[in-house]
């Protein structure tokens, strides 16, 4: 058995799950990096340290998936938290291009139905995919917790404000996808409210990653932050939430 708790982030071989991953071993975990290409995991997990391991993951493949889960339930026996980072803003953006120029290839009006489903893929589906094979050992920890990695630009709320500044690039693949995440998660905190399990979403804000062609203007470190504070929550803290670093955001 395990003797230090064990989290989970997928997509953690760059940028934000890197980071949130890094950080979560700062806190004493044990931490599996979830990496669609193994090598790249494994090179993530060496930068990481002793106290990290590579966890081959594609969050589309049940088979994948599956293995997964059966891996950790063989080599740790335990999951204490779920971090479901892995995510696509597109599959077409190029070198070069601006978010509003993709944006506006991505209308409802002229959008490709592909590059939702494939979207919608990983940043939904696979999400709870990855929850429902993860929950069986969840729901063995002393005080599990889940961290959806969502996003300020799903917030419908927000979008129905025309002074919102990102509304304009609200649309049917990358923003809809975190909408439809957050409705997810909401469920996902719902269902598991009697067993202590809390859920939660979490934007990290503009950050600078190969998501936006790093036209970010925050660091990793500050867009893991909110993560892996949610992550770490007491059982006080809150289930079925909705924050970025600034406190709340409305759904």
Excluded: C
Excluded at 38 to 53: L, N, Y
Excluded at 207 to 235: C, D, I, S
């Amino acid at each position: 058995m395990q003797d230090k708790p064990v989290a989970l982030v997928t997509g953690a071989n760059q940028g934000i799950g890197l980071q949130i991953a890094k950080d979560l071993v700062a806190h004493g975990f044990a931490v599996l990096v979830g990496s669609r290409n193994f090598e790249k995991g494994e090179a993530a997990a060496k930068e990481i340290g002793p106290d990290a391991r590579a966890l081959q993951l594609d969050v589309t493949d049940q088979v994948s998936i599956a293995a997964a889960a059966q891996r950790v339930r063989n080599e740790l026996g335990r999951l204490d938290v779920l971090v479901n980072n892995a995510a696509i803003s597109n599959t077409r953006l190029r070198p070069g291009m601006s978010v509003e120029e993709y944006s506006k290839s991505t209308r409802p009006s002229n959008v490709s139905l592909e590059e939702v489903r494939a979207v919608f893929e990983t940043n939904v589906f696979g999400v709870l995919a990855v929850t429902q094979a993860m929950l069986p050992l969840l729901r063995e920890a002393p005080a599990a917790r889940i961290v959806n990695v969502s996003s300020g630009v799903g917030s419908l709320t927000r979008n129905s404000d025309p002074a919102f500044p990102y509304r304009q690039i609200f649309g049917p693949v990358y923003p809809a996808s975190k909408t439809a995440l957050n409705a997810m998660t909401l469920a996902m905190a719902i269902e598991l409210e009697p067993t202590g399990i809390k859920v939660n979403a979490v934007s990290p804000g503009f950050t600078k990653t190969n998501l936006n062609n790093y036209a970010g203007t925050e660091t990793v470190q500050q867009g893991a932050r909110e993560a892996v504070r949610v992550a770490l929550l007491g059982p006080e803290g809150p289930t079925g939430a909705f924050s970025g670093t600034n406190g709340p955001i409305p759904w």
